[in-house]
């Protein structure tokens, strides 16, 4: 299900095909703040940082995306995993946004992980 109108390719230049997945969270989650700070109309981003719900529509998209990750995984479907993936990371990085938890500080944890 695509329902972001304003993700990095749509109407912004797309990641190089050789970007590292650093860099392309980069990208994205800079897309994401200058969401956040300039909060236009027409943006799905800017949506969820003036929601009525608040900080509860990130919640429930991230709850609906790691559901349909589940699926996905239980029906063996590599692309919709993928794609599934990639929404809860989008909405993941807006949580982060909404919560001034920077990048870094998402980096470092994983780093730690190793």
């Known amino acids: 299900m695509t329902d972001h109108d304003d993700r990095p390719g749509e109407g912004e230049s797309t990641p190089r095909e ?18 956040k700070r300039t909060l236009p109309e027409d943006s799905y981003t800017a949506s969820l940082f003036t929601h009525e719900k608040g900080e509860n529509a990130v919640l429930e998209k991230l709850g609906e995306e790691t559901t349909e990750l589940v699926l996905a995984a239980k029906d063996d479907d590599h692309d919709e ?3 599934e993936s990639a929404d809860i990371v989008y909405h993941l990085l807006v949580l982060l946004a909404m919560k001034d938890v920077p990048l870094s500080a998402l980096r470092e944890e994983l780093a730690s992980r190793r």
Do not use: K
Not at 22 to 27: F, G, K, N
Not at 29 to 34: G, S
């Open 81 to 83: 995993i993928a794609h």
């Open 18 to 35: 050789d970007a590292s997945a650093d860099e392309i969270l980069e990208e994205l989650f800079a897309v994401i703040e200058d969401r």
